[in-house]
């Protein structure tokens, strides 16, 4: 088992477009971010493979490719934005490689937007032509109903996203092989997004081996934590890893993580982590200086 980080930036994705600033320019690949998403990767004990994907965002194609994915059976969304949702119709590509349909979960508000905006995949009988589109069986989750997906439960967590709830997800074994296999990932809560967790949820996001929260800059904002935002809840809640995203090309990768605790580091898109450790799997490739400087968080 390992969970990839297909990406960890910002609705703009870095470089943005137009900007020359430090980060932006950067020859660090870390400093490179398309837009905020993830995957499970794991074998379901039958010997199968699968992918589980949380959010599919407009760079969902080069983040597959970039992966080397093959296949995908799941896809959780967190909430409607188009930098979560517009890759979606890139997955018709899988259900060409599968020949099977593709199940995505998502709350009312999240599927109704879905629909309207794809309605050439939800409608394809009124469509002119008889195209290429993707084949989905869409299910209606809500915080606190857990859903199992080959061996894995995925919990939705309820979370604010401004004055908007989305989701984030606490995702534990439920099976012996998926547990043994993710012993020291899970339990993980991805939780991208926020700017304020309610009362309520606090409860579902302890106990954690692995945190993955929303850390978006210094500067407030009205729908993200900031950095020193989500620090804080981050050692609120006491995982022993936390890994920030969504970060915007205020926050230069190396720069900042030597200003956080040594549990607590930004992701970078790429970064597996392993799911018998809860470490970054090595890279196949030398790395740079920066990354040679850059020390994996460490247990609390």
């Known amino acids: 088992m390992r969970f990839r980080f297909l990406g960890t930036g910002t609705s703009s994705g870095i470089p943005a477009i137009g900007c020359a600033c430090a980060v932006c320019t950067s020859d660090d690949p870390r400093d490179s971010r398309l837009r905020t998403s993830g995957a499970f990767l794991f074998d379901d004990g039958r010997g199968q493979d699968r992918a589980v994907l949380v959010d599919a965002g407009p760079d969902l194609r080069r983040q597959a490719l970039q992966a080397g994915l093959a296949r995908l059976d799941a896809i959780l969304f967190t909430h409607n934005h188009v930098d979560h949702t517009w890759g979606l119709d890139e997955v018709r590509r899988f259900n060409a490689v599968m020949r099977a349909p593709i199940d995505i979960y998502g709350d009312s508000h999240t599927l109704a937007f879905l629909r309207?905006?794809?309605?050439?995949?939800?409608?394809?009988?009124?469509?002119?032509?008889?195209?290429?589109?993707?084949?989905?069986?869409?299910?209606?989750?809500?915080?606190?109903?857990?859903v199992e997906l080959f061996g894995l439960r995925f919990e939705p967590?309820?979370?604010?996203?401004?004055?908007?709830?989305?989701?984030?997800?606490?995702?534990?074994?439920?099976?012996?092989?998926?547990?043994?296999?993710?012993?020291?990932?899970?339990?993980?809560?991805?939780?991208?997004?926020?700017?304020?967790?309610?009362?309520?949820?606090?409860?579902?996001?302890?106990?954690?081996?692995?945190?993955v929260l929303d850390a978006l800059r210094h500067r407030a904002h009205?729908?993200?934590?900031?950095?020193?935002?989500?620090?804080?809840?981050?050692?609120?809640?006491?995982?022993?890893?936390?890994?920030?995203?969504?970060?915007?090309?205020?926050?230069?990768?190396?720069?900042?993580?030597?200003t956080l605790p040594t549990s607590i580091r930004l992701a970078h898109d790429g970064l597996d982590l392993d799911g018998a450790t809860g470490l970054p799997i090595p890279v196949d490739r030398p790395a740079s200086a920066a990354e040679l400087c850059d020390e994996p968080p460490a247990i609390s």
């Open 116 to 146: 309207a905006t794809y309605r050439h995949i939800f409608e394809k009988a009124q469509n002119i032509n008889d195209s290429f589109v993707a084949t989905l069986i869409a299910h209606e989750i809500r915080a606190g109903a857990a």
């Open 157 to 211: 967590v309820q979370l604010l996203h401004g004055r908007l709830p989305v989701l984030g997800f606490r995702v534990e074994g439920a099976s012996d092989r998926t547990a043994q296999a993710g012993a020291g990932l899970l339990p993980l809560a991805y939780c991208t997004d926020v700017s304020a967790i309610p009362t309520e949820s606090w409860a579902r996001l302890q106990g954690l081996k692995t945190l």
């Open 222 to 258: 009205p729908t993200h934590f900031t950095l020193e935002q989500a620090v804080s809840v981050a050692e609120r809640i006491g995982a022993e890893r936390t890994w920030f995203v969504h970060m915007a090309h205020d926050l230069a990768h190396e720069a900042t993580n030597a």
